[in-house]
């Protein structure tokens, strides 16, 4: 044990009453206790066994007996010591409900941590060394314990990715968090050293980890992590060692690089011929990470070597998959911090607003579908004015409306201004004539009711008259997603948007479906009594993958 803290010491004296001036004793034992005591204690600690370990002890009383009769104050402080040490012996034995143990900080870390994440930190009276971070947001409370010791931070990762608790503390994290916490606790600057015959083992254990069903995403910082961590969990020999880490930090970079190429056919090829410093001359000049990662491969592997590494590797490239073998797309993986803007989907599906705004009068756009573009900026007015700047750049939003990312500012201000008075009429009257007609189905009786006192949205859109010809489809949605909440059903937009739609999630995008997993959500008991996380939905916009949802 390293170092002691104590919260409280509270010291009770018995002082024999044949003794003359007692408060004089009790100057001097206080004095003892404040000048000598914590150093006899740290020298007394030494006795315990693991150095490393963390233990807290809720509380402990001990009963001594000193001799004031001593001339040494020191030598009363070590007594004193002794016995407080014994106490710590036999409490720690005993194992008791008011002993916690760490083995080691990380482990101590990784702890608080995995509470944090399931919202029960703040219930245990050990980690109130961490009280200050409660008036953070989850992510920014992880990244401060993480980085505050980079070596901790490392250590504290894997026990948690052990725990299989990793993917759901990176669901918390922003971008910008996780690439911190990568600098800070992965990839500290520390020369580099790699020894001869290190990188076919590495290859080797990663193919591996790669080709067991490990998916990629389109985050290098977030699949460096996941790599290296997972690497470490299943050989624990490999690390931890920071070389390792740069290792795959610039195999994802290289991988990068040739998915940017637009010559891969060339770059392939001379890789399979192994003319390695033609190989050189394609990668981007400006940085020689790429042409360093390939001199050491060109030492120890061979070009097939190289190439079934960047299979391995879910390279998205035409010419790897025709000439070496057909691989399944890996799957994509963003964060939102507008998940709930997904739940909208049941509704649209019900209502068929994606058909109806296929064909509606509005015109064509040369450069995007217009359904989509539509789609886009009634997600922008389902989630308010307050985050709509937020929400423009968000790919969760683009997700949503059927794009990779989101739309260019130029093209959603360009639109409208092919757009008259008599179209935005058209739209309006069109729908009601729409709505009007698709209620009559009985399995949609249940929305007439809902929909009959749908307020219209408030203001989005430059042009007023556009943006109350689509707030119209946008009240009709979220009165749509409203019906299916039961005792909720009467809320109003703006709590509709702050305990449903702003809850940050991960999506996950795969050939057949999309995955929304909610990280904040504060009703989502209310989502699972409404059978959000038992059912799925075909969406037509997103090539007919099946949304489906999941609440931590």
């Given at each position: 044990m390293?170092t002691l803290?104590?919260?409280?010491f509270n010291?009770e004296?018995?002082?024999?009453?044949?003794?003359?001036?007692?408060?004089?004793f009790?100057?001097?034992?206080?004095?003892?206790a404040q000048?000598?005591?914590?150093?006899?204690?740290e020298?007394?600690l030494?006795?315990?066994?693991?150095n490393?370990?963390?233990i807290?002890?809720e509380q402990?009383?001990?009963?001594l007996?000193?001799?004031?009769s001593?001339?040494?104050?020191?030598?009363i402080?070590?007594t004193?010591?002794?016995?407080?040490?014994v106490?710590?012996?036999k409490?720690i034995?005993?194992?008791?409900?008011s002993?916690?143990?760490?083995?080691?900080r990380?482990?101590?870390i990784?702890?608080f941590?995995q509470?944090?994440?399931?919202?029960?930190?703040?219930?245990?009276?050990y980690y109130?060394?961490?009280n200050?971070?409660q008036?953070?947001?989850?992510?920014?409370?992880i990244?401060?314990?993480?980085?505050?010791?980079?070596d901790m931070g490392?250590?504290?990762?894997?026990?948690l990715?052990?725990?299989?608790?990793?993917?759901?503390l990176l669901?918390?994290?922003?971008d910008?968090?996780?690439?911190t916490?990568?600098?800070?606790c992965?990839?500290?600057p520390?020369?580099?050293?790699?020894?001869s015959?290190?990188?076919?083992?590495?290859i080797?254990?990663?193919r591996?980890?790669?080709?067991s069903?490990f998916?990629?995403?389109?985050?290098q910082?977030r699949d460096?992590?996941?790599?290296y961590?997972n690497l470490?969990?299943?050989h624990?020999?490999?690390?931890?060692d920071?070389?390792?880490?740069?290792?795959?930090h610039?195999l994802l970079?290289?991988?990068e690089?040739i998915?940017?190429?637009?010559?891969?056919?060339e770059?392939i090829?001379h890789?399979?011929?192994?003319?390695?410093?033609?190989?050189f001359?394609f990668l981007?000049?400006?940085?020689n990470?790429r042409?360093?990662?390939l001199t050491n491969l060109m030492?120890?592997t061979?070009?097939k070597?190289?190439i079934n590494?960047?299979?391995s590797?879910?390279?998205?490239?035409?010419?790897?998959?025709?000439?070496?073998?057909?691989?399944?797309p890996?799957?994509?993986?963003?964060?939102?911090?507008?998940g709930?803007?997904?739940?909208?989907i049941?509704?649209?599906?019900?209502l068929?607003?994606?058909?109806?705004?296929?064909n509606?009068?509005y015109?064509?756009s040369?450069?995007?579908?217009?359904a989509n573009?539509l789609?886009?900026?009634?997600?922008?007015?389902?989630?308010?004015?307050?985050?709509?700047?937020?929400?423009?750049?968000?790919t969760?939003?683009?997700?949503?409306a059927?794009?990779a990312?989101?739309?260019?500012?130029?093209?959603s201000?360009?639109?409208?201004?092919?757009?008259?008075p008599?179209?935005h009429a058209?739209?309006?009257?069109a729908?009601?004539?729409?709505?009007?007609?698709?209620?009559?189905q009985?399995?949609?009786?249940?929305?007439?009711?809902?929909?009959?006192s749908?307020?219209v949205?408030?203001?989005?859109?430059?042009?007023?008259q556009w943006d109350?010809?689509?707030?119209n489809v946008s009240?009709?949605i979220?009165?749509?997603?409203?019906d299916?909440l039961?005792?909720f059903?009467?809320?109003?937009?703006?709590?509709?948007?702050?305990?449903?739609?702003?809850?940050?999630?991960?999506?996950?995008i795969?050939?057949?479906?999309?995955?929304?997993?909610?990280?904040t959500?504060p009703l989502q008991?209310?989502?699972?009594?409404?059978?959000f996380?038992?059912n799925?939905w075909?969406v037509?916009?997103l090539?007919?993958r099946?949304?489906k949802?999941?609440?931590?």
């Amino acid at each position: 044990m390293q170092t002691l803290s104590i919260n409280q010491f509270n010291a009770e004296y018995n002082i024999p009453r044949s003794l003359d001036n007692s408060s004089s004793f009790q100057r001097r034992l206080d004095n003892i206790a404040q000048e000598y005591l914590a150093a006899a204690l740290e020298n007394q600690l030494q006795t315990l066994n693991d150095n490393e370990a963390i233990i807290f002890i809720e509380q402990m009383e001990v009963n001594l007996t000193l001799d004031l009769s001593q001339i040494d104050d020191r030598q009363i402080a070590r007594t004193w010591a002794k016995n407080l040490v014994v106490a710590i012996n036999k409490i720690i034995t005993q194992q008791g409900n008011s002993v916690i143990l760490f083995p080691n900080r990380g482990d101590f870390i990784a702890s608080f941590l995995q509470d944090l994440l399931h919202g029960k930190a703040w219930d245990y009276w050990y980690y109130q060394e961490f009280n200050f971070l409660q008036s953070l947001s989850l992510g920014e409370a992880i990244s401060t314990v993480l980085v505050e010791d980079g070596d901790m931070g490392r250590d504290a990762l894997l026990e948690l990715t052990r725990w299989d608790s990793l993917d759901l503390l990176l669901r918390t994290l922003s971008d910008s968090q996780v690439d911190t916490i990568v600098n800070q606790c992965l990839l500290p600057p520390t020369p580099r050293v790699v020894l001869s015959n290190t990188f076919p083992i590495w290859i080797q254990r990663l193919r591996a980890l790669l080709d067991s069903g490990f998916t990629l995403t389109c985050q290098q910082s977030r699949d460096l992590i996941r790599l290296y961590l997972n690497l470490l969990r299943q050989h624990p020999e490999l690390g931890p060692d920071v070389n390792l880490a740069r290792f795959i930090h610039d195999l994802l970079q290289l991988r990068e690089n040739i998915s940017k190429m637009t010559n891969q056919v060339e770059f392939i090829s001379h890789l399979q011929s192994e003319n390695w410093n033609v190989a050189f001359s394609f990668l981007d000049k400006a940085r020689n990470s790429r042409q360093q990662l390939l001199t050491n491969l060109m030492r120890e592997t061979t070009g097939k070597e190289v190439i079934n590494l960047l299979l391995s590797l879910q390279l998205e490239t035409k010419e790897l998959a025709v000439n070496q073998r057909k691989k399944t797309p890996a799957n994509r993986r963003i964060f939102t911090d507008f998940g709930g803007i997904f739940l909208l989907i049941a509704a649209i599906i019900d209502l068929k607003i994606y058909e109806f705004l296929q064909n509606c009068p509005y015109p064509q756009s040369q450069v995007i579908p217009k359904a989509n573009l539509l789609l886009w900026l009634i997600g922008l007015q389902c989630l308010g004015k307050l985050d709509s700047q937020q929400a423009m750049s968000d790919t969760g939003l683009a997700v949503f409306a059927g794009f990779a990312q989101p739309p260019q500012l130029e093209i959603s201000q360009n639109y409208p201004a092919s757009l008259t008075p008599e179209i935005h009429a058209a739209f309006t009257k069109a729908f009601a004539e729409y709505l009007r007609e698709i209620l009559k189905q009985p399995s949609l009786f249940r929305y007439r009711h809902t929909l009959a006192s749908a307020p219209v949205m408030n203001s989005l859109i430059s042009d007023l008259q556009w943006d109350c010809a689509l707030g119209n489809v946008s009240s009709n949605i979220l009165r749509g997603f409203m019906d299916k909440l039961g005792a909720f059903a009467d809320s109003s937009p703006e709590y509709l948007r702050r305990n449903f739609l702003e809850s940050q999630a991960e999506i996950e995008i795969a050939c057949d479906e999309i995955k929304v997993s909610f990280i904040t959500c504060p009703l989502q008991m209310v989502l699972r009594m409404a059978g959000f996380d038992s059912n799925t939905w075909e969406v037509p916009w997103l090539e007919n993958r099946q949304l489906k949802f999941e609440f931590n």
